[in-house]
């Protein structure tokens, strides 16, 4: 745990709800790192920021923050939209990046990040694909590469939101990118990761609208499913809703030519069971954050420490990998849209 | 499925709830046998033997049953307390005999039975421990057979029924033997089955009333566990309870040197799983009737086939078995109300 | 159980694997049957049908059971290219019809048998699509009809086999349909079901050759995944497999506004966990023969029943039902074969 | 999270297994706390301490740690017979006490502690039961609690651990106790806490050795079953194995008048399930360390957490508890030896 290295000294950017997350996991619970900045443009999360952390300098502006020799790395948790420029001008500054997805809802802004990034080899600059980190998503890519399955064929993958009877999610729809790359965008990744990273070919989606009309206006669905055919045979097959009613059920299951394996099947919120008149069950997790508490845990662990040790590999999904994510993601939108196949 | 012999021709005794199960299968789904003739003091009972079952004989008394020649078997689904004299009768007749359990809640009584039975060697009597004919105990059984779980040394195993706001147990409490002599007993059965036969030498049991205060003055409870040693430091725990909230949850585990099996632990419905508000969820099985319906038709069927081929060793549990399930029942009972250890 | 009207007597063509469990049942287990006829070529069938079967008259030739006046109805077990013109002769010798599934791989002999059908208003004509009289699946019906999920919108279904090193199914790969046609439509026929019976739009199919690559020249795939888009924004996702590890997993989920359901996610081969070194499992039925077992002999019960109450809406799938399962299924290995999106 | 008060000073003493993984988390996991100091006897621990630790004073001697004023805390995970008389110095010089369990195996010296620490009321003196702080066991506290199950009566609770066949626990038979005081005393203190703390008015227990013989010299056992019954007709049953294939499966149930709970049922290593030849299977949690890891978290978060806000009610299992657990531990192992039940 002790090492004798200096600590990452890391600046958070955006202190919503998931940016407090990563900032407390950064402050508290990550060896090696320091949580020595926060920027936030409104004043109630520098609020926050002050009572809840230990003593990081607060900047209401990234520039300054860049500007600030003290930090080594930020960490960018803000709207989509930002993230391409803000990713550019942070490695310009020097400064290592981890990056909440996605990289870019826009293929050519994906591309641009990485010329840039080209130029930077010795930063790290890893985009937050934390199901990677989850440890059952680790367990099964350890026990696929170990060959417990033979040669893995096919990923089904899902996530799947309770439903939000406020319609966050609608409001939001001008902005998400519609369902299949706010949501199933991690499954690409997931099934891309455990496959091998092969690359598709050809992408097939369909949609419908089950409680929450508003999305129409955008083009959007509530519940997508889609297919997506990799090189070499390889296939996944999605699904992406926002109106479940048990809970945030987001799991996996990738099928090999010697066996298969479930990644979080039930999503069980503890180890509890309740019997009662209704028979016997379990609660589950509301939404990703609980599900996947460990998971961000985990991610932040493995960028510091990859930091620290220079081995880049290590660090979880690269920009290449968030690139790929996207251009599959803007493939199944637009097979939403014309109600025909897709060639990438 | 054919055979060349004749049909085993068996006269049903008691046409109640369970009785009439019995008889449908009897009559409908037991290669080998036909029911001929049925018997109950009770009009409406009879009445429901014209309608429901193939031109079976009638009966009202019991003494005429055991006279009709063309009857080759009785199958006894009659009140307990009057298992013991109609076995003893059924033999004297020359028929072969099925029971339901218990053989005698009386210990003396059951070693009469097994004198007298002692004399018709060339007759098969059986009592219904129907747990041994459920296809997964039976599987349970056989993989201990194979070695599977190395030498198993102890049996956890409970019958708990869904609470009955009506509190038809407690009117029978008083001939009900206790909850130990009225449930308990299949667990001891499924103990001794599945260890081997061991003999038991000491029992202890506790109990609790948990809903029914009308069961006090029988020295009854709702709820009772035990412990019950056998020679070869193998043991048992079982659990018996009437007030369960979610269903008729009748499970056993065995455990060896090498592993474990379990037999019903969640007892779901059916193959259906409920996702909604609440988590998710199966419904259980409610009763015996459903969780045991494949048991009682395996029962029968290996009754008749054992008549028809001699083989006696199959048909089931023995009166020697049903004599040792009564005598640990008691002891349990001794125990409960002792609150003392009962060697044996 | 008893009844007063007479049996319907059947004569069942085909004793082939299948046909035999079928015979077996129609003799042994449907009340208000009489197996009076059996036919088939091979001589070794006829000479099973003699000695498991309660003396029935053996033909070799369909043409004569036809002629037989005392058959009521045929069952018919035979290969899938004869289905369509043993259907039509039967109704011609004014017999009722129950046949396996497929109606017919060509829509146009479906569409032929439909319109031969419809000169029969009398007679009982139905295709054996056994899963709507599983329990389980029958209890998920019951609880859409009953509106526990709200609107049902989105029905995953997969019909997948146990890997079978022998290959049957590549040699029988000429006449099969292709997986399809030979699986899926089980699952097409389960979605409409449960769906409400929707009119299927368009549909998008992929697959990929796991381990048999003699099906290549079929143009067939072991592994086969498609979407289908219905009317009113109803949805359907397939999953076809010749190749798993564990067992024959045949299940199914249905998604609605309200929550979901799911049907045999676990296909558990009975109630018995095992605990040893490797963990806590369960084994998986190994086959559809063991999986449905209780549904070939519900689907018999209900034709029989219905026949002789008349109620020809009972009987289970309609030929219409099966002219449209055919109608998605030969879209299905279109969109496979010409990697685009086939609009119905 | 950030707290203006002063941290709290704690000192690790004994640095085995389970000490490293308390200082690590008192280390780097707890906020308000400090880990100051670390004592041990050994070299070896203490050389890991020094690397491991951030800048810990170190200690041979338990007293020159006492003497150490800049301690406020001591954490005591050292030999059992080692707990009493360490927890009465460390009061003595005026320091917070967490020690590991048991509090003694002798009934006298935890008298001694108890009376002891009666002088000591504004110190924090708890005992390590990390079940309690499991976040599971913690929800169905909760729902109990809550009235979810109505009035809980029954606790079914076991301690089983995989199976050594180093044999550590024979070698150490001479000084564990027995099974019952070693691995029982959690679900004695589980069934207590869940069930109100009730009274324990009389016990029996039985043991196997299934494997281990060079247990018998000890009058130990490597497989125990109890019955303990609490006043008010409250019980509980409990299991302790030593020779699991599978696993540490550690689980409890406690069952109401209107519900039941099970906590772990299924020991999961995670949220993986592997399909193969064998069926459908999980891991099991190797040990109790992998098992209660985040307990041992919570656990710690609450002590500090207690002293620092002076509620010491929520501090975990007292001495008081500690103390009960011992005594009807003790009883069970007095059962076990004498075939009587013993009434306390």
Redesign the interface.
């Given at each position: 745990?002790?090492t004798a290295i200096a600590p990452l000294r890391i600046g958070v950017v955006g202190l919503g709800r998931l940016g407090k997350r990563h900032a407390?996991n950064l402050?508290?619970?990550v060896?090696g790192a320091a949580l020595v900045a926060a920027c936030s443009p409104l004043e109630d999360e520098l609020c926050w920021a002050r009572?809840?952390?230990?003593e990081p300098r607060l900047y209401r502006d990234y520039a300054e923050l860049l500007a600030d020799a003290g930090v080594d790395a930020v960490w960018l948790v803000t709207p989509s939209s930002l993230h391409a420029q803000q990713i550019v001008d942070a490695l310009r500054a020097g400064k290592h990046v981890f990056c909440e997805k996605p990289l870019s809802l826009d293929l050519a802004e994906c591309e641009r990040v990485l010329a840039e990034a080209a130029r930077y080899p010795h930063l790290q600059a890893t985009i937050g694909f934390m199901r990677r980190f989850?440890?059952?998503y680790k367990?099964?890519f350890d026990?696929i590469a170990a060959g417990?399955?033979g040669?893995p064929?096919?990923v089904?993958s899902q996530t799947t939101d309770k439903n939000d009877t406020d319609g966050f999610f609608v409001r939001f729809a001008a902005s998400s990118g519609g369902i299949f790359l706010d949501c199933t965008v991690h499954d690409i990744d997931v099934a891309r990761w455990l496959l091998g990273k092969p690359r598709a070919t050809?992408v097939?989606a369909?949609?419908?609208?089950?409680?929450h009309d508003g999305l129409r206006e955008f083009g959007d669905v509530d519940?997508g499913?889609?297919?997506c055919?990799f090189e070499g045979?390889?296939?996944a097959?999605f699904?992406a809703?926002r109106?479940?009613?048990?809970?945030n059920?987001t799991h996996s299951e990738v099928?090999g030519?010697?066996?298969?394996?479930?990644?979080?099947?039930?999503?069980?919120?503890?180890?509890?069971?309740?019997?009662?008149?209704?028979?016997?069950?379990?609660?589950?997790t509301p939404n990703f954050f609980e599900r996947f508490e460990e998971a961000f845990l985990h991610e932040a662990r493995t960028f510091v420490a990859a930091v620290q040790s220079g081995a880049a590999a290590q660090a979880g999904a690269t920009l290449a990998d968030a690139l790929e994510a996207t251009r599959i993601g803007v493939a199944l939108r637009q097979s939403l849209q014309s109600?025909?196949?897709v060639?990438l």
């Amino acid at each position: 745990m002790k090492t004798a290295i200096a600590p990452l000294r890391i600046g958070v950017v955006g202190l919503g709800r998931l940016g407090k997350r990563h900032a407390e996991n950064l402050a508290y619970r990550v060896p090696g790192a320091a949580l020595v900045a926060a920027c936030s443009p409104l004043e109630d999360e520098l609020c926050w920021a002050r009572d809840a952390l230990p003593e990081p300098r607060l900047y209401r502006d990234y520039a300054e923050l860049l500007a600030d020799a003290g930090v080594d790395a930020v960490w960018l948790v803000t709207p989509s939209s930002l993230h391409a420029q803000q990713i550019v001008d942070a490695l310009r500054a020097g400064k290592h990046v981890f990056c909440e997805k996605p990289l870019s809802l826009d293929l050519a802004e994906c591309e641009r990040v990485l010329a840039e990034a080209a130029r930077y080899p010795h930063l790290q600059a890893t985009i937050g694909f934390m199901r990677r980190f989850d440890p059952s998503y680790k367990d099964a890519f350890d026990r696929i590469a170990a060959g417990q399955i033979g040669r893995p064929f096919l990923v089904r993958s899902q996530t799947t939101d309770k439903n939000d009877t406020d319609g966050f999610f609608v409001r939001f729809a001008a902005s998400s990118g519609g369902i299949f790359l706010d949501c199933t965008v991690h499954d690409i990744d997931v099934a891309r990761w455990l496959l091998g990273k092969p690359r598709a070919t050809r992408v097939f989606a369909a949609g419908a609208v089950a409680l929450h009309d508003g999305l129409r206006e955008f083009g959007d669905v509530d519940n997508g499913v889609a297919i997506c055919e990799f090189e070499g045979g390889k296939l996944a097959m999605f699904y992406a809703s926002r109106t479940q009613a048990h809970g945030n059920d987001t799991h996996s299951e990738v099928i090999g030519t010697a066996g298969a394996l479930t990644i979080g099947r039930n999503p069980r919120a503890n180890r509890v069971e309740i019997y009662d008149a209704s028979g016997i069950r379990n609660e589950c997790t509301p939404n990703f954050f609980e599900r996947f508490e460990e998971a961000f845990l985990h991610e932040a662990r493995t960028f510091v420490a990859a930091v620290q040790s220079g081995a880049a590999a290590q660090a979880g999904a690269t920009l290449a990998d968030a690139l790929e994510a996207t251009r599959i993601g803007v493939a199944l939108r637009q097979s939403l849209q014309s109600g025909q196949a897709v060639t990438l």
